[in-house]
C-alpha cells in the first residue's frame, strides 16, 4: 500500500510538472542565435586615365533572408548584434590592387575599412570584425522596426589601378533576435 501511495504521489507531481512546464512554455519569449551572411558584388572599370577611382554601391542588408527569422518577424520584440564582420570573396583581378580609406555604412552608422589588399585579404580568407558595441547596438535598433537595413560601401582604388577588377564583399553578422509568444 505504501508503493502504491508513493507511485500515486510520484505520478501527480510529474504531471504537475509537466503542466507547469508547457504552460509556462508557452508564454515564455525565446531567443534565436543565428549567423545572417549576404554578398554584395562589386565590379570596378577602371578608368581610361589608369588613375584610381572612387567607388560606392548600396544594397540591402536584410535579417529576414533567414527563413526562421522571417516566419516570426511579426513577433520580433529584440535584436542583438553580437558580432559583425567583413570579407572579400571570390576577388578576380591582378595583384596589388586595394581599397583606399574605404567606409562601410550600414545604415547611419559607419565602419573606417582601412586600407586592404583585395587580392591578399582574399586568399587568407581575413574577416574584419567591428567591434564597437555602440554602433552595433545602434544597427540593431535601426534594423528592429523592418529587418532590413541599408549598406553601402564607399572606396577608392588603390595600387594597380589601370585594370577592371571585381569582388563580392561578404558580410555576416551573429544576431541575437528575441521572439515574443504566439
Known sequence: MKKITS??????LATTFTFC????????EYGLVTDITQSFPLAITANETGECI???ETSPFDLKSNSQISENYSRVNGIIINSLYWEVVDYVGDEGVFLNSGVLKIGNTSFDMGKVDLKASDVADAKFLFSD???????????????????TIEAASGGNCDNDFSFNLSITANVTVTVSPA
Open 7 to 12: 507511485l500515486l504521489a510520484l505520478f501527480v
Open 21 to 28: 512546464t508547457i504552460s509556462s512554455g508557452d508564454s515564455v
Open 54 to 56: 572612387s567607388f560606392s
Open 133 to 151: 558595441t555602440a554602433k552595433l547596438s545602434a544597427i540593431a535598433q535601426e534594423i528592429l522596426p523592418t529587418g532590413v537595413v541599408t549598406v
